[in-house]
C-alpha cells in the first residue's frame, strides 16, 4: 500500500522560501513520475512540478522559482519554493505514479498548506 506524508508548509513572507518534502512507503520514488500539485478553494487542483529519471517539468507560474527533486535513499520527493508570491497560496499535495494519465494509479498525500503573505 503506496503512502505519502507531506511536511514543510506554513506561513512565509512574500519573497520568502520554503521547502516541502513527501516521503514515500510502498513505492520507490525512483521507479514512478514524482509530482507537487496545488489547489486553492474553489479552483482544480494544478501540476506545480513534476519529475521522472532526470527529466522534470513545471507551471509556468513557478519555472524559476520552484525546482523539485528527490533523494532515492531516502526515498523522499522536496519541492524547494524560493521568492513565493501570495498566489502561490494552497495546499501542496504529493503525488506518485507509475503513470499519471490512469486515475487509479494515482496516489496522493494528504496536502500541506502553504500561506503567502504580501
Known amino acids: 500500500q503506496v503512502q505519502l506524508v507531506e511536511s514543510g508548509g506554513g506561513l512565509v513572507q512574500a519573497g520568502g522560501s520554503l521547502r516541502l518534502a513527501c516521503v514515500a512507503s510502498g513505492s520507490a520514488v525512483s521507479r514512478n513520475f514524482m509530482a507537487w500539485y496545488r489547489q486553492v478553494p474553489g479552483k482544480e487542483r494544478e501540476l506545480v512540478a513534476r519529475?521522472?529519471?532526470?527529466?522534470?517539468n513545471y507551471a509556468d507560474s513557478v519555472k524559476g522559482r520552484f525546482t523539485i527533486s528527490r533523494d532515492n535513499a531516502k526515498n523522499t520527493a522536496y519541492l524547494q519554493m524560493n521568492s513565493l508570491k501570495p498566489e502561490d497560496t494552497a495546499v501542496y499535495y504529493c503525488?506518485?505514479?507509475?503513470?499519471?494519465?490512469?486515475?487509479?494509479?494515482?496516489?496522493w498525500g494528504q496536502g500541506t498548506q502553504v500561506t503567502v503573505s504580501s
Open positions: 519529475i521522472r529519471s532526470g527529466d522534470t
Open positions: 503525488n506518485l505514479s507509475p503513470d499519471y494519465s490512469i486515475p487509479r494509479r494515482n496516489y
